[in-house]
């Protein structure tokens, strides 16, 4: 069975993870810069860039063993969310559906 709908939902959701993380980043940076203390934004972005490469391998994986890329997918929707919530939304819907359809 052809898994190209989960590669290509797990792949979209983590390319808007990268977008999400970096913009998280951005605005730690920016929050550091302004407030002149350590802005905890930044690391939860470098969490959130993480588990978005964690999609993208899930993504990849999903068409070789469905159920361990699935639940890779899973596990980069859901952290990532918890990362840094509201940016991470959109890539959350796509690999959460992407990661049921492969489990």
């Given at each position: 069975m052809?898994?190209?709908?989960?590669?290509?939902?797990?792949?979209i959701?983590?390319?808007?993870?990268?977008?999400?993380?970096?913009?998280?980043?951005?605005?730690?940076?920016?929050?550091?810069?302004?407030?002149?203390?350590t802005?905890?934004?930044?690391?939860l972005?470098?969490?959130?860039?993480?588990?978005?490469?964690?999609?993208?391998?899930?993504?990849i994986?999903?068409k070789?063993?469905?159920?361990?890329?699935g639940?890779?997918?899973?596990?980069?929707?859901?952290?990532?969310?918890?990362?840094?919530?509201?940016?991470?939304?959109?890539a959350?819907?796509?690999?959460?559906?992407?990661?049921?359809?492969?489990?």
């Amino acid at each position: 069975m052809s898994r190209t709908t989960e590669f290509v939902l797990g792949l979209i959701g983590g390319i808007f993870g990268f977008g999400g993380a970096l913009f998280a980043i951005f605005f730690g940076a920016v929050d550091e810069a302004v407030s002149g203390s350590t802005s905890e934004v930044t690391g939860l972005g470098w969490g959130a860039f993480l588990f978005s490469i964690l999609a993208i391998v899930g993504a990849i994986v999903v068409k070789i063993n469905p159920k361990i890329g699935g639940t890779l997918m899973l596990i980069s929707g859901i952290g990532g969310l918890i990362s840094i919530s509201m940016f991470y939304v959109l890539a959350t819907v796509f690999l959460v559906i992407a990661g049921l359809m492969g489990i």
